[in-house]
């Protein structure tokens, strides 16, 4: 494994690659509130095993990337898509097949739109399509778990903590048991390696391009949905909408998957993103 700081447009970025520079590069994109460990090592192993090289970061706000103050962050979704894109040249890559989970999905959608010959392949994991309105919205009883952010003291880390192991039960699927235990040590971890970790809350005020700005529809790029049917967050309509909208995209459903990378679910997940991203292989700068 090697760890790199890259330089952006004005953010510092803190990245990690594994596996060998001449197998196609897979750029992990991770969700809201959620650093790079929310890609765990041994899932982000099983794709180098088998021949990818694989790149996960921080997103702006999270573990060793830029942080700004708490309601002092103006950037956007595409401008966490450009974040992507510095990864990329900063591992001199021409181009990546990119695979986005939740809020990454969004930031990966917007990158294939923005900068479409960057993008060989797309992989959008329990997410929302871009420019498609009206979809359901999250379960009621995780709109009840949210509404707990109100109350947050996020300057009180353990009260930070206490919310990320909560919200990851209530995102949790229906069909494998949730580990509380090893989600709480990926949290400690997670909030040990980000020092400004109160700027998490900026991820709730990412502005998010219009429908008019922004539409799954103009995607281009080879695309495949991954998507829980258990997913409180983003119900499965989410994934038929965009299964609907692209061009081509392929829906691969969880059965009784939710908002998370459940391990047993791995091998299924990885099996899937090793066929799609086995179209093209691409090369360096």
């Known amino acids: 494994m090697e760890e790199r700081i890259i330089d952006g447009e004005g953010v510092r970025i803190r990245t990690q690659a594994f596996g060998h520079l001449d197998d196609p590069p897979v750029l992990l994109i991770a969700g809201a509130f959620a650093s ?18 694989v790149i996960r970061y921080d997103n702006r706000d999270t573990g060793g990337s830029t942080a700004y103050a708490p ?3 103006k950037y ?26 939740s809020m990454g999905g969004v930031i990966a ?25 009206w979809l359901p919205p999250p ?3 995780y709109r009840q778990h949210m509404a707990a952010l109100g109350h947050l003291d996020w300057n009180d880390r353990d009260q930070v903590a206490d919310f990320l192991a909560r919200d990851a039960a209530a995102a949790a699927g ?6 509380a235990d090893a989600t709480r040590r990926l949290i400690e971890r997670d909030l040990a390696n980000s020092p400004s970790f109160s700027s998490l809350q900026n991820h709730l005020a990412v502005a998010a391009p219009s429908p008019v ?20 967050v983003f119900p499965i309509a989410h994934a038929d909408a965009m299964a609907t909208a692209v061009k081509g995209a392929r829906l691969v459903a969880i059965e009784g998957g939710g908002h998370d990378l459940h391990r047993e679910d791995w091998p299924q ?3 899937e993103i090793m066929l799609h991203t086995s179209i093209i292989h691409v090369g360096r700068l």
């Open 36 to 53: 790079m460990v929310w890609w765990p090592e041994d899932f982000v192993e099983l794709l180098s095993s088998g021949g990818r090289y």
């Open 71 to 73: 309601g002092t962050a």
């Open 76 to 101: 956007t979704i595409g401008d966490m898509a450009k974040d992507a894109m510095a990864v990329l040249s900063g591992y001199n890559l021409q181009a990546g097949h990119l695979v986005g989970m």
């Open 109 to 133: 959608q917007m990158a294939a739109l923005i900068r479409p010959h960057r993008v060989r392949t797309l992989t959008v994991i329990n997410s929302t399509p871009l420019g498609v309105e």
């Open 139 to 141: 379960r009621e009883d």
């Open 174 to 179: 229906s069909r494998h048991p949730h580990d």
């Open 213 to 232: 700005q922004a539409r799954a529809a103009d995607i281009q790029v080879p695309t495949l949905i991954v998507h829980g049917t258990a997913d409180p």
């Open 269 to 271: 997940i990885v099996r």
